[in-house]
């Protein structure tokens, strides 16, 4: 009995401990998602959280800039200038129509300043195929390939 | 081709049905007609989705390209073991080779077992069959790889269309990594399958003690290993491919990955309690049953797209299906928990904080503590939505602060818990014991320390892990020692026959060594540094003891892709060491680019370079240069975690000796005896102690 109260005790600690670890850690990276549109309704507190915007990138809207890179985001009709401040090349796969994440702050012009961007091709790598006359459309493919980063990324990068 | 194939999964889910249906019948008819038949059609599963799998392979080699499937992962050009690997490299694929190895293992399970526990095979056989009906179920009907595409011809029917060529297979999956990791990896996850059936057959037909335990130990193990070289080979695919650098990102996939195998470590660990002291039987059953859960979760993590992944960005309708699954499973083992929960009662109790028991308690609270952080924060963009409509993620900063602690502290008990004994132990012992290895660890700390060595985990990593190689170094020489002078011959000899003695007990010092390995390779990703700058021929820039000179850019293009290329000289203390060549590619057919990282790797550090394409204000190439130390140290590791794990699967052959009479004798007669009298000298001569 006396052993198992020890052992309690001890597992407490730990679990405390952890628990503190945990929290610090989840205060430091926390990062909340928006989409686009709802970035206009945001309450003013939460417009300045560190946060995650998803969006296609607008066709030749990519400008380099002296020290950044400038494009816009679209999605669902809505669009969001964003500036590329890092440092980190962007990823192969950031180009036009290319699906992307940026992860940063949202500034008070209604811009975005990223420090981090992801970005998927846009095609995916199932292409819709061409060659055959009449070509067949593609059965709705869903392409969740397991082991399949098709995706650059300045994302990890520490 | 598509006909045959789609029949041999119908008729394999109809075996599957009827090994489901038949063995729950027989169980309680008790008729060993309809037992016997569904153990068969269980196993004849294995031979119809080996058909199918050979028709889609067969699909590949021959590009029938009128299989969708087919045609969105290969082309004519592609190299024929990637036409292989092209098997698993899209959705239908990759759930029908799910399919196929758990079947294997499942056929395995039932084939080895046929003559052997009769009160205890059929809720096995049935166990298996309910997982098999639910990937079969996804196979014929909803990811079925043998869709062909259709077309309309110009008076408006439709028909079977073909195309010229197929899209081929993504760039970064032709790499040959790419063609071992994701079998492996599957292996890992299909093989918890074979695990959880046991357990639920032994709580289902309340199977006397541990036996089930002792069953499937080395099936545990087998998929264990499987999970940490899947896991490894990601980490380097992701580090030799990827060119960020790193190995390890805390991405939603590869934590999926990882659930699994730290519960199946917490399992392999804790079941030497119940088999030693028959403690903690419903916490074993229970991380059979969550390792399993944490196997289909990571499946379906992968292909659902609910989490945003570096390797999942797709959303999927598959997962309503998996979720349904998971739930259905979960109520099954809450069911058969609470059913028999009055069998589950332990023997024993904790007798003292200084014990193994309270080591091992200790290390399955801080693994499942790891375990829960890590799927915590992998599900929590889900989880928040869900509670607050907000999704918040969070990142690589959330699971170290967590994970590195713990890390450390099972690194501690690593050396610690395989010393203390049974029950209690005494002060005397552990100062035997411990005395030196600790000595030890805190020297080499303090002389790191002397040499400005003092980032503090690292620092207590290194203390660690001396202190544990120490201990385990003692255990061998201490064992062989003896040896050597009772039989006269010299050191390294008894250690090789005191390792097969008890190949159990030394397999698992040399895993934990191996993990040592890991551990401080990975303790050198705190002294990692990089260095980006814009290069003209003629330009150096300096890395560590590196300085590197930009020699020449070309483009050494050829007709699968184009791609830039920069040959970079490495001088180290002023004397020129090697060339090297890193790459940016694209690929024309696809439009994909690729980085082809340059990397060369010494035991102390890895030169790391990556070609990261024109810098944008000034068009010059940009070179992107990483010290990474110590990285070959965790592929090292892993390399001596397998031979440990091989090691420990080995049978003892003391343990052999004893055992191949009694076992003889048992396979001609009667079955049931045969377990108890053999169990009780492998138990002496085998077990962890």
Not at chain 2, 293 to 315: D, K, N, P, Q, Y
Not at chain 2, 463 to 468: A, G
Request: glycine residues 10%.
């Amino acid at each position: 009995m006396k052993a198992q109260r020890k052992f309690l005790i001890g597992s407490g600690i730990i679990v405390a401990t952890l628990l503190a670890l945990a929290y610090v850690g989840y205060t430091q990276s926390k990062t909340y998602y928006h989409t686009i549109s709802e970035l206009a309704t945001l309450p003013a507190p939460e417009q300045h959280q560190r946060m995650r915007v998803s969006g296609n990138v607008r066709n030749g809207s990519i400008l380099h800039r002296d020290g950044r890179i400038d494009f816009v985001l679209e999605e669902e009709g809505k669009a969001l200038p964003v500036s590329y401040v890092g440092s980190d090349p962007l990823p192969d796969t950031f180009k036009d129509g290319a699906q992307a994440l940026v992860e940063g702050r949202l500034q008070p012009d209604g811009g975005f300043t990223a420090e981090q961007v992801q970005a998927k091709c846009a095609s995916k790598y199932e292409a819709s195929p061409t060659g055959t006359p009449g070509a067949p459309p593609q059965p709705s493919q869903t392409p969740g390939q397991s082991m399949n980063p098709a995706q650059g990324s300045t994302a990890g990068k520490s | 081709m598509d006909i045959f194939g789609s029949f041999a999964l119908l008729l394999a889910l109809g075996a599957a049905v009827y090994a489901f249906g038949g063995g729950i019948a027989g169980i309680l008819t008790r008729r060993p007609l309809l037992t016997k038949t569904a153990r068969n059609a269980g196993m004849a599963v294995f031979g119809l989705v080996t058909l199918a799998v050979a028709t889609v392979v067969y699909a590949f080699f021959t590009d029938d390209f009128s299989l969708a499937y087919v045609s969105a992962h290969s082309n004519h050009t592609l190299p024929l073991y990637y036409k292989f690997s092209a098997l698993w490299a899209g959705q239908e694929g990759s759930l029908l080779f799910w399919t196929w190895l758990l079947s294997i293992y499942a056929f395995f399970a039932l084939f080895l077992n046929r003559k052997k526990h009769p009160e205890l095979m059929p809720y096995v056989g049935v166990t298996l069959a309910g997982v098999q009906i639910f990937f079969l179920t996804l196979n014929n009907f909803v990811a079925s790889p043998f869709r062909v595409l259709a077309g309309m011809d110009a008076t408006g029917m439709m028909h079977v269309a073909r195309l010229s060529d197929g899209s081929g297979l993504n760039p970064l999956l032709q790499y040959y990594e790419m063609v071992i990791h994701p079998p492996i990896l599957y292996l890992g996850y299909t093989g918890f399958t074979v695990p959880f059936a046991f357990a639920m057959a032994a709580l289902l037909g309340r199977y006397p003690g541990e036996k089930w335990i002792h069953i499937t130990r080395r099936w545990t193990m087998v998929a264990w290993c499987f999970q940490t070289v899947g896991i490894l080979l990601g980490a380097h695919w992701a580090y030799a491919v990827l060119g960020w650098g790193g190995y390890w990102a805390w991405d939603p996939v590869e934590n999926a990955a990882l659930l699994p195998w730290i519960t199946g470590t917490a399992f392999l660990h804790s079941v030497m309690m119940q088999e030693k002291r028959g403690m903690m039987k419903v916490w074993n059953v229970w991380l059979v049953f969550v390792t399993f859960m944490l196997c289909i979760l990571g499946t379906s993590l992968t292909r659902t797209g609910i989490v945003s992944s570096v390797h999942a960005f797709a959303e999927s309708s598959i997962g309503g299906w998996f979720f349904t699954f998971l739930g259905i499973i979960l109520l099954v083992c809450l069911a058969a928990w609470f059913k028999n929960r009055d069998y589950l009662r332990s023997d024993n109790q904790l007798d003292s904080l200084v014990s193994r028991e309270s080591s091992f308690l200790f290390n399955n609270l801080i693994l499942l503590a790891a375990c829960f952080a890590v799927l915590w924060g992998t599900l929590f963009p889900v989880l928040s939505e869900a509670v607050t409509g907000n999704k918040i993620s969070v990142g690589p900063p959330f699971f170290n602060k967590v994970n590195v602690p713990i890390a450390l502290f099972l690194l501690f008990l690593t050396g610690v818990g395989p010393l203390l004994a049974w029950r209690k132990t005494s002060y005397d012992s552990l100062r035997r014991n411990f005395a030196w290895p600790l000595a030890g660890g805190v020297i080499a700390g303090a002389v790191a320390f002397a040499f400005e060595f003092r980032e503090f985990y690292p620092l207590i990593c290194l203390v660690l892990s001396v202190f544990v190689t120490l201990t385990i170094a003692a255990e061998f020489y201490r064992g062989a020692r003896v040896i050597a002078s009772r039989d006269g011959t010299n050191l390294l000899t008894a250690v090789g026959e005191l390792t097969m003695r008890n190949t159990r007990r030394y397999g698992g010092y040399v895993i934990h060594f191996g993990i040592v390995l890991i551990f401080i390779g990975i303790s050198g990703s705190a002294f990692k540094q990089d260095i980006q700058k814009e290069m003209n021929i003629g330009d150096t820039l300096s890395i560590g003891p590196y300085k590197i000179l930009c020699q020449n850019f070309d483009q050494p293009s050829t007709s699968n892709y184009s791609s830039d290329r920069a040959t970079l000289e490495v001088f180290r203390d002023g004397k020129s060491q090697m060339m090297l060549y890193p790459e940016h590619r694209t690929y024309l057919a696809s439009q994909v680019s690729e980085t082809m990282v340059a990397v060369e790797s010494t035991p102390l550090r890895d030169l790391y370079l990556v070609y990261a394409g024109a810098s944008p204000e000034t068009g010059k190439p940009v070179i992107h240069a990483y010290l990474n130390p110590l990285v070959k140290w965790i592929w090292f590791g892993g390399i001596v975690v397998v031979l440990g794990t091989g090691l420990a699967m080995f049978p003892s052959r003391g343990a052999a000796l004893v055992l191949r009479p009694i076992a003889e004798r048992a396979w001609g007669e009667s079955v049931v005896p045969q377990t108890a009298p053999a169990s009780a000298p492998i138990r002496r001569s085998e077990g962890h102690d």
